[in-house]
Nanobody
Framework: QTQLVESGGGSVQPGGSLKLSCTAS????????IGWFRQVPGKEREGVAC????????TYADSVKGRFTISRDNDKNAVYLQMSNLKPEDTGSYYCAADWRVGTVQLMCSRPRYEYDYWGQGTQVTVSS
């Protein structure tokens, strides 16, 4: 019953936008840092964006800076990833993870395979023309 669920994935043309949601069920995200990670076939999983429990600290992969924005809404028990100006190389499975304590958001995003408290099942994003 305690889980993270991603939604909002789909297919979009290059230059388009998608907004992913990561919603917690059975627990509150108030005190959890959240990270978005993506898996591209044939490549290592990478941290895309991470946010602190307060929402004050964020970090992004260099490849998405200026295009993606991570945010959270504790009233809705959710974290979002707004993705704009999408590129084909953004295609992949996007996962969110939550942990009550991380050293820094940078550290969280540098550990894409860490056994965080919660991992979602992923949502697929496909960017193609």
């Amino acid at each position: 019953q305690t889980q993270l669920v991603e939604s909002g994935g789909g297919s979009v043309q290059p230059g388009g936008s998608l907004k992913l949601s990561c919603t917690a069920s059975g627990f509150t995200l108030d005190y959890y840092a959240i990270g978005w990670f993506r898996q591209v076939p044939g490549k290592e999983r990478e941290g895309v964006a991470c946010i602190s429990n307060s929402g004050y600290k964020t970090t992004y992969a260099d490849s998405v800076k200026g295009r993606f924005t991570i945010s959270r809404d504790n009233d809705k028990n959710a974290v979002y990833l707004q993705m704009s100006n999408l590129k084909p190389e953004d295609t992949g499975s996007y996962y969110c993870a939550a942990d009550w304590r991380v050293g820094t958001v940078q550290l969280m995003c540098s550990r894409p395979r860490y056994e965080y408290d919660y991992w979602g099942q992923g949502t697929q994003v496909t960017v193609s023309s």
